[in-house]
């Protein structure tokens, strides 16, 4: 029954965005196109979606169709919204010039020209933008730099390099030079260390079968870290039996042991130099709405509240709930999860707006409080809408520098 909905809706909104095309072109191949434009993209939709599927998430090809079908239906709405206004104001100046005696009859004036090219004018801007997003956005990777400050870091490693990726979602992929650019230029960075927040697949482990060797590539000096994110535990497949989840599981286990990578499950990794260390506390997924595995006090085991700590942690709610404001201090920690929802408006020391912010209370980039500090990485990759605009897929720079206190 709601597809029956979907369709009379979807046909309603391609009719009456009709009208405006109709008004702004009078050659009625124009109009053709576009009702041949609409036509392909719910047979596309409808053909991927009787596809089979592995996992509740969306495939690259519905990912894709889910893509086109939300961009020309964002182009109707907001033509519908000025015609629909316009029809108001018809039916009105009909009425009254009706009863004015002005006309023996209910005539409707004309659809004003200008209205209609407005309409299609001002509707074509997220349009293209959603169709740019697909096509290049989700591939500009930028590399986003900081420096933090800390009273309590070791003298050692003032000056310590991180970079962070998070949300690679390897089953979304479908451009494998774009991807390799994006590995190379986190090598470029030469960080100390090399921390990965989860979510490295969509569904399968079998995802990462084609990107293995790619990934395996990623080199630090002190080593590459990983942790588990929502989307690793198989939970958006229905499985035959609980067997095969653990299974696949184990596989993502064993992929990440053989490019190199330490993953942290609920434990810790220390690192040394010149007799003074940080620790990197790796934990499971935790999150509000999604599994609940990660365990600070249990991933902390034996430091002390002194020690410096940089915390991977994939979903930022866990911060909010018990890490900002632990006893045992955690200056930093790492998060990813949020993806900044792939879409955004954000200029440099003006604005910073998605609509996750009314989701996630930390959903981009560097927060503080209680003199501690997050990290939201934007997310590598995508998830459904198989493209980005405006927030953009993200390799993290962290600077790690002893705070200087002058007397």
């Given at each position: ?13 391609s009719f ?18 576009y ?24 495939s ?5 169709a889910?893509?086109f ?28 010039q009706?009863?004015?005696g002005?006309?023996?009859t ?10 209609s090219?407005?309409a299609l ?13 697909m ?15 800390f ?28 991807i ?10 030469q ?7 989860g979510?490295?697949v969509?569904n399968?482990?079998?995802e990462?079968?084609?990107?293995q060797?790619l ?15 929502n989307?690793?535990y ?6 035959e ?6 299974q ?10 053989q ?6 499950l ?18 499971e ?19 002390k509240?002194?020690?410096f ?43 910073k ?6 989701r996630y ?10 003199g ?6 934007r997310?590598?990759g ?11 897929p ?9 705070k200087?206190?002058?007397a």
């Open positions: 029954m709601r597809w029956i909905i979907f369709g009379v809706i979807f046909v309603l909104l009456y965005s009709l009208q405006a095309i109709k008004t702004v072109f009078k050659n009625s191949w124009i109009n053709y196109i009702i041949g434009f609409c036509l392909l993209v719910v047979v596309f939709f409808t053909y991927q979606w009787l596809q089979p599927s592995e996992g509740r998430v969306l690259i090809g519905r990912s894709y889910m893509g079908l939300l961009s020309l239906m964002i182009f109707q709405l907001l033509i519908v919204v000025f015609l629909l206004g316009e029809d108001i104001y018809r039916i009105v100046a009909a009425i009254i009706k009863f004015s002005k006309s023996e209910v005539h409707l004036p004309s659809r004003r020209k200008f209205i090219t407005a004018g001002l509707a074509s801007i997220p349009f293209l933008g959603m169709l740019y997003g096509y290049r956005g989700k591939y500009n990777f930028r590399v986003l730099s900081y420096e933090l400050e009273d309590d870091l070791p003298d050692a490693f003032d000056g310590y390099q991180l970079t962070q990726i998070s949300d690679i979602h390897s089953g979304s992929f479908d451009n494998y030079d774009k390799a650019y994006a590995v190379d230029l986190i090598n470029q960075q960080s100390d260390a090399i921390l990965f927040t979510d490295l969509n399968l482990a079998s990462m079968h084609g990107y060797n990934f395996s590539t990623l080199k630090a000096k002190d080593g590459v870290f990983s942790v588990l994110g989307h690793d198989g939970d958006y497949v229905d499985w039996n609980p067997e095969d989840k653990i696949n599981l184990e596989e993502l286990k064993s992929i990440q042991q490019m190199g990578w330490k993953l942290l609920n434990e810790h990794h220390s690192i040394e130099r010149e007799n003074q260390k940080i620790a990197i506390v790796g934990v997924n935790w999150g509000k709405g999604f599994i609940k595995e990660g365990d600070i006090d249990k991933a902390a085991h034996l430091l509240a002194e020690d700590k940089i915390v991977m942690s994939h979903d930022p709610s866990y911060w909010q709930e018990k890490i900002k404001s632990d006893t045992n201090h955690y200056q930093l920690t790492l998060s990813g999860h949020t993806h900044g929802m792939q879409f955004g408006i954000e200029i440099p020391g003006l604005i707006w998605s609509p996750v912010k009314y209370k930390n959903w981009a980039g560097i927060y503080e409080e209680f501690r500090y997050i990290n939201v990485n997310g590598f995508y998830l459904g809408y198989p493209g980005r605009i405006g927030i953009w993200e390799i993290t720079v962290i600077k790690l520098k002893k200087q206190n002058f």
